[in-house]
Structures are given as C-alpha cells and as structure tokens.
T-cell receptor, first 109, second 113 residues
Framework: DAKTTQPPSMDCAEGRAANLPCNHS???????VYWYRQIHSQGPQYIIHGLKNNETNEMASLIITEDRKSSTLILPHATLRDTAVYYCISSGDTDKLIFGTGTRLQVFP | DAGVIQSPRHEVTEMGQEVTLRCKPI?????LFWYRQTMMRGLELLIY????????DSGMPEDRFSAKMPNASFSTLKIQPSEPRDSAVYFCASRGQGNSPLHFGNGTRLTVT
C-alpha cells in the first residue's frame, strides 16, 4: 500500500499557483519525498524530490514541513498543460516505489 | 539521453497467446521496475531488479507472468498464456544509485481479446 495520502482532485485557475498537499505521517528518517505527474496515458514524469529542505527547480517548488509528515508541491503559475494526475511518494534508496491514487489537478481558463 | 525505451508501443493479441514486452533502461541506471496501470487498480508495481537481480516480485499477479533482466541494458516481461484481464498499459522505469528518481518509459498498451 502507498504510504502517502492525497486529495483525489483539485482545481486551479490558469496563471494562479497550484498548491498540492501530501500527507506522509509515517515517513522514516532516510526516506525522500518524490513528486511525479502523469498526463493522459503517458509514463509518469518526475517533477522534484527532497529529504527535509525545501527544493525548487524549473518545474516546481517542494515545501516539506519541519516534522516531515507532510509536504506541498507548488506550481507557481499553472497552465492548461499542467492538467494531470500528480503523485506523491515517500521512499528510501533501496525501497520499491509504490504509487497511490494521486491528485487529479484540473487547470481551467 | 534517449530515456527509457519500451517496445512495442501497442500490442493486440488473442487470449492464450504469449506476449513479450521489452525495456531498455537508461544507461548507467542500476535499478529497473515494471509497473502495470489500469483504470480499476491504478499504477501497480509488478517487479523490480537491482543490478540485474530480481529483488521483489510480490506484485506479479500469477505464474503466467515472468520477468528477466539478462544484462544491464535489457529486460523483458512475459505473459504466457495471456488473458483478457491482462489488458493494461505496462510501464518500465529505471533509476540510478541512491535516491535518484525513477524515469519512466512511454509504456506498452496491451490488449488481449
């Protein structure tokens, strides 16, 4: 079973920030938080990952709470092409990566 | 880098036939994963390899499913005999050392009639 929980769906207006939450309350000290997204039937696409510090790349920002029990993926200026299912996963370096049901993000004009 | 390459992209076969799905991981990656995705069950992990050795095959649904990784640049997932309920999109993914992320291929859409 997946070790994370996410809301099943969210909406966001184009141009606004999309903030996608994830709970990983049972995360252990050596486990990272990974975010992926899947558009239509394409293979999941890696977005960002982190251990305990906030991370930012060209796609998104990842905010991890101090207790590491939850995180938020931020798409700063959502576009219609960001409509996808977003998956949050926690895993160590030798663990299998188990995907949950994710959050279906709908960006509307 | 060409990314993870899967073949074929689409496969249509009749019940009872053998199906072989192929995957070439990203060069230098030492872990390889096979997933299956359906509307009902989502994205399921079937099996994963580390340094060409199967580590966990607990997700393989039945003995009809088998996977091999004869070398670091090639893996196969075989279904024999295939059944209509095996219809799904099968994804292969690879990752490098440590906590590097998974990289997925574009998948093989399997239809068993």
């Amino acid at each position: 079973d997946a070790k994370t929980t996410q809301p099943p769906s969210m909406d966001c207006a184009e141009g606004r920030a999309a903030n996608l939450p994830c709970n990983h309350s049972t995360i252990s000290g050596n486990e990272y938080v990974y975010w992926y997204r899947q558009i239509h039937s394409q293979g999941p696409q890696y977005i960002i990952h982190g251990l305990k510090n906030n991370e930012t790349n060209e796609m998104a920002s990842l905010i991890i709470t101090e207790d590491r029990k939850s995180s938020t993926l931020i798409l700063p200026h959502a576009t219609l092409r960001d409509t996808a299912v977003y998956y949050c996963i926690s895993s160590g370096d030798t663990d299998k990566l188990i995907f949950g049901t994710g959050t279906r993000l709908q960006v509307f004009p | 880098d060409a990314g993870v390459i899967q073949s074929p992209r689409h496969e249509v076969t009749e019940m009872g036939q053998e199906v072989t799905l192929r995957c070439k991981p990203i060069s230098g990656h030492n872990s390889l994963f096979w997933y299956r995705q359906t509307m009902m069950r989502g994205l399921e992990l079937l099996i994963y390899f580390n340094n060409n050795v199967p580590i966990d095959d607990s997700g393989m649904p039945e003995d009809r499913f088998s996977a091999k990784m004869p070398n670091a640049s090639f893996s196969t997932l075989k279904i024999q005999p295939s059944e209509p309920r095996d219809s799904a999109v099968y994804f292969c993914a690879s990752r490098g050392q440590g906590n590097s992320p998974l990289h997925f291929g574009n998948g093989t859409r399997l239809t068993v009639t």
